[in-house]
């Protein structure tokens, strides 16, 4: 049967593009610039990484700020000239962004009357030199950086719930929005608008029901302004004129309609909001309020209420009911663990195939973020280096492919992917998600009947209890399995438990950790850490399972002078080490594509029996303490490790992988700043002479740990047994 072109459309999985995040804010005096500071300034191959994904449509800066930083007839093409012309050469189209929450050069800003003709003279300039591009967004989310800018104080001009600077910077931008297309027009007539915007949405108790609408008719303003919407019978069109904005400034949208070619929707996980008055079941910093009322205003999908729909898919349909315009997904981004990732960007491409089943001339999903960005999770206000990954994670050079890469080259290629990790849903469907749980916990956690699941050997340790407890709270199904559920040194026993849960991946968390007892035991240590992680190692390479072990600092005799990094030769001093070395070897010798973790001297919030934890109990009840001044290590953060692990494991790495929380040393350091970061003092804290060696460890690979000082402040805060 032949299908009518008009049906196939709809059949066809969306397009698949992708985006770097490129925001040039200006914050107080400072400006955050970050492809600067994720490090794409400098790496002109990210676009091949890019092509090589098969996005062949990509979000791309060609920002006002950075080419006329000092004067508008001043230009510098020469950083542009070679990626634009590098993305032509790969076959890429890029959609032109000219302000990314930005306020535009030193010379103006967002509250300047000057700023819409400003603009429209850079996208003539961009025009003019790139007149091969189709598309363009002259301001990203223009209603969301006003928020952000006049009622939030975040950005430029730092506007505190200020409607007269928050609607002036929402009207120059709209306004800027307009002439860039024309000018850009009348350099190419077919020049296309894709212009994006955060849509949420407000939910809230029935006494802030009036704030609620309130939100949800502005959060429409930029589009329709746009689309010429804003006459008089508008219900905001009274409070423009209220606060400044002139009648003849809206009938400029009214002539001459600037309707959006596609309306490109970013969403996120806190797009979606809950405004509830009872103030004191939420923590402080969701409090807020208005002129009226105080209330939290906290993310909709940790609260359990009965108005449906929420999620992307409403928010989209919403959008296509009012417009009846072309949509994108703009932005897909969580800043979260990889499986969390993956579970949001399946979430946003499972509802937008439904929605072009359906028939919404819904075009593209677009991977955001495609190198991470930096201090997010704080809207860029502060500088902690805070650091989420995308579909590459660049702390590694050059950047690493995550699974989210492999996710975005199936759906590229394909329209679909698969990985255990979506046998699960997200963190925003379970039930450990809500502020104030209800009683009964919902049944829809699993999204297939029997997920697949990792097993975990070693459940009598440390590190395999750890392992347990995070996959639970990460909806990562597993079994673990003490030594009486399965040997590691005995191969029948393996294949039995293999065969029997049949796992995606194994974590081999079981071994002999009792550095000092193995120079008398060095049968059963070397059973333990080499043979028995070779027989596992066999046994899920003819299986083609993901295999990970885990190894020590001390295969290194601490003689080099420097940290370690993982293709330093390895010198074990002792029977620990030498064990160890050689479970490494004999691993991957039967097991190539096995991930090999080296850690060291590692505490955690769960354990009493680590030197952090019994350091500080024997200082906090006034017992002395030795410590080695001598002796450097590189301390690592039990939970820190546990997750970065099974990122890995989910992006499939393999090979020697070094994860220690960054920087390296002293025991006798390490117990100081320990005390300090609880509290505690250090009067009883002797320092002793071991030896002078380091078995440091850092990686070559990738620094995916918080630095140590964050690791302890964290560890204090969340410690169950402290003192």
Known sequence: MQIPASAAAHLRPPELWGGIECTVARIHDATRNQIAETGHLQREHDLDLIAALGIRTLRYPVLWETISPDAPDQCNWQWHDGRLGRVRE?????????????????????????????????????????????????????????????????????????????????????????????????????????????????????????????????????????????????????????????????AFFVDQPCPPDIIGINHYLTSERYLDHRLKMFPKYHHSGNQRDRYADVEAVRIDFDVRPTGPEARLREAWERYRLPLAVTEVHHGNTRDEQLRWLAEVWHAAQRLKAQGVDLRAVTIWSLFGCVDWNTLLTQRNGFYESGAFDVRSDPPRPTAVADAAKALATTGSFDHPVLDHAGWWHRHERFYNPPDAAPSWAAVVAQPRRIVIAGANGTLGRAFSRICTARGLEHELLSRSEMDITNPVAVEAALEWHRPWAVINAAGYVRVKDAEQDQENCFRENAYGAEVLAYACARHGIPYIIFSSDLVFDG????????SDAVHPDGVYGRSKAAGEMLVRAAHPDALVIRTSAFFGPWDQYNFVHLTLRALAEGKLVNASDSIRVSPTYVPDLVHATLDLLIDRSSGIWHLVNQGAISWHELAERAADAAGIAVSGLIRSDGGNISTALKSERGLLLPPLEDALRRYVNEAEFLL
């Open 559 to 566: 003689t080099l002078g420097r940290p370690y990094v993982e």
């Open 90 to 250: 790969l076959g890429i189209s890029p959609i032109a962004g000219l302000v990314h929450h930005g306020s535009g050069p030193r010379y103006t800003s967002l509250v300047d009357p000057a700023f819409p003709q400003l603009l429209a003279g850079h996208a003539a300039n961009v025009a003019v030199r790139y007149p091969w591009i189709e598309k363009y967004t002259p301001v990203n989310e223009p209603l969301t950086t006003a928020r952000f800018s006049g009622l939030y104080g975040h950005w430029y001009p730092h506007g505190k719930d200020d409607y007269a600077i928050f609607l002036r910077a929402l009207i120059n931008q709209c306004r800027a929005v307009a002439l860039a297309m024309q000018a850009v027009r009348r350099v190419n007539p077919a020049a296309q608008l894709v212009q994006t915007e955060d849509l949420g949405k407000a939910f809230s108790t029935p006494k802030l029901q009036y704030q609620a609408d309130h939100e949800n008719q502005r959060r429409w303003l930029s589009l329709d302004l746009l689309c010429g919407r804003v006459d008089g019978q508008h219900e905001w069109y009274t409070r423009f004129l209220k606060y400044g904005i002139s009648p003849s400034e809206l």
